[in-house]
């Protein structure tokens, strides 16, 4: 892909949904480039991975998953999905460089934050 689309695909917005923990009975939404993104990544700390803020590239509406437990009340669930905005993955098994992420996508011409 060339530096300039690479470029431009990273500076249109696209809406986040983020939720407060893993419970997701809460949700606020942002629209945000994609290189804003990556820079409020960087900006989330906390002591453990579990503490972080859920992002997902999707928009959710208010139907909570059924259940009785703290599940019960989450908004993050397939049925609630109404729109993708983009598509995440998380890898932590640690046996492939990030480097070697960013050259396997920029060699199949796709953009995106590793």
Known sequence: MKDTALQTILQVPVTVTVFPD????????????????????????????TELRYIKLATFGMKRRPGNSGKGRCLRWGENV??????????????????????????AGVAGLV
Request: negative net charge; glycine residues 4%; proline residues 7%.
């Open 22 to 49: 893993q419970y997701a009975a809460e949700k606020s939404e942002m629209e945000i480039s994609p290189a804003d993104l990556a820079e409020w990544i960087k900006d989330q700390h906390a002591p453990k991975k």
């Open 82 to 107: 109404e729109t993708v905005t983009g598509i995440e993955a998380d890898y932590d098994a640690g046996t492939i460089p990030p480097e070697d992420m960013v050259a396997a996508m920029e060699a």
